[in-house]
């Protein structure tokens, strides 16, 4: 019966992917988190980049 384990650990490695939400993708009280709470997106430089490259700026 392996079929059942397989589908345990698909099941783990999904929950390990939603298990960050997207409201907590910014680094809290940053210039993008508080951009996005206004309802909009940060315009900075740095964070456009970082956005466009799937990432989150530090700063
Ligand atoms: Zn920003
Ligand atoms: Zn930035």
Redesign the pocket.
């Known amino acids: 019966m392996k079929l059942p384990y397989i589908l345990s650990l698909l099941a783990m490695s999904c929950a390990l992917v939603l298990g960050a939400p997207a409201e907590k993708k910014y680094k809290e009280d940053g ?2 988190d508080k951009a996005q709470k206004a309802g909009g997106k ?1 315009e ?1 430089p ?2 456009v980049k ?1 956005e466009k490259d799937g990432k989150v ?3």
Do not use: G, V, Y
Request: proline share 0%; aromatic share 0%.
């Open positions: 210039c993008c940060c900075h740095c964070c970082a700026c530090e700063k």
